[in-house]
């Protein structure tokens, strides 16, 4: 079974910046995407940005520039630097892993979410 923990959210000012982390535990495929969306209540999920395995990055346009998605040096980690936060940043925040086992099937897992609020 696959485990999402996520961490480093909180209150910041606008402007300011904070870390999100992310490990997967558990049996992971090396084919592999990890991200980052989030979510506003009401509103429907949104990609942040993610990460291949192969260190491939992709961004929302609204945070190309500010945002920064890498992997951490152990395995099956992810963290998104944030920095430059505006108040329509905040929401919560949910880590996403994308496996694969053979061409065309992946398996989808999420975090709990973290709570990102942005004060202007």
């Known amino acids: 079974q696959v485990q999402l923990v996520e961490s480093g959210g909180g209150l910041v000012q606008a402007g300011g910046s904070l870390r999100l982390s992310c490990a997967a535990s558990g049996s992971i495929f090396s084919v592999n995407v990890m991200g980052w969306y989030r979510q506003l209540p009401g509103k429907q999920r949104e990609l942040v940005a993610h990460i291949t395995n192969g260190n491939i990055t992709k961004y929302a346009d609204s945070v190309k520039g500010r945002f920064t998605i890498s992997r951490g040096d152990a395995k099956n980690t992810v963290y998104l630097q944030m920095n430059s936060l505006k108040p329509e940043d905040a929401a919560v925040y949910y880590c996403?892993?994308?496996?694969?086992?053979?061409?065309?099937?992946?398996?989808?897992?999420w975090g709990q979410g973290t709570q990102v609020t942005v004060s202007s």
């Open positions: 996403k892993l994308d496996h694969s086992d053979r061409p065309g099937h992946y398996y989808g897992h």
